[in-house]
T-cell receptor, first 113, second 113 residues
């Protein structure tokens, strides 16, 4: 039972345009969400997070939106750069319990120069 | 220079042998985690530990064992009982309380010959 889903395995975007990566979750107890970026054969690096008390969090070119009623979050990258080409994972946690994080299957973003 | 180290980067073992993957952190984090990544799949949780001398099974603990004798160290043993051990293994740590991100090590690629 996949509690965190990234339904698009890949996405291609032109340099300078907006990249939108989507993530859906099923567990209404999740209250903290994170996005990670991963290059091949490396560990993921943290990008941005959002708590369920907010619906938007922005950090430079990266913005995460949370729609609790739809159990959906998205990561916007504007403008997209070739160095953004990587696999992006969303993760969710129920911080009232154990400190477990459930990860999605990832979306491979390719930014075309 | 704080961080998480995993060694070795690449590891080969013969079928039927146990092997231990190292994970060390100097971030003074309470919680540590082991994940496995397979092609086309997200990060799946093997074991996690919230404090020293305590750990819990994750979603795919069968065929693995861990110990947490020191706060800085969380070694993972892949036993001969693990049916499909070839994978990329990632160790992570977090502060362990409240909303916070996980920091990942560079990973170990285990190949069973």
């Amino acid at each position: 039972d996949q509690q965190v889903k990234q339904n698009s395995p890949s996405l291609s975007v032109q340099e300078g345009r907006i990249s939108i990566l989507n993530c859906d979750y099923t567990n209404s107890m999740f209250d903290y969400f994170l996005w990670y970026k991963k290059y091949p054969a490396e560990g993921p690096t943290f990008l941005i997070s959002i708590s369920s008390i907010k619906d938007k969090n922005e950090d430079g070119r990266f913005t995460v939106f949370l729609n609790k009623s739809a159990k959906h979050l998205s990561l916007h990258i504007v403008p997209s750069q070739p160095g953004d080409s990587a696999v992006y994972f969303c993760a969710a946690s129920d911080t009232s319990g154990t400190y477990k994080y459930i990860f999605g299957t990832g979306t491979r973003l390719k930014v075309l120069a | 220079d704080g961080g998480i180290t995993q060694s070795p980067k690449y590891l080969f073992r013969k079928e039927g042998q146990n092997v231990t993957l190292s994970c060390e952190q100097n971030l003074n984090h309470d919680a540590m985690y082991w994940y496995r990544q397979d092609p086309g799949q997200g990060l799946r949780l093997i074991y996690y530990s919230q404090i020293v001398n305590d750990f819990q099974k994750g979603d795919i603990a069968e065929g693995y064992s861990v110990s947490r004798e020191k706060k800085e160290s969380f070694p993972l043993t892949v036993t001969s009982a693990q049916k499909n051990p070839t994978a990329f293994y990632l160790c992570a740590s977090s502060i362990g309380q409240g909303n916070n991100e996980q920091f990942f090590g560079p990973g170990t690629r285990l190949t069973v010959l």
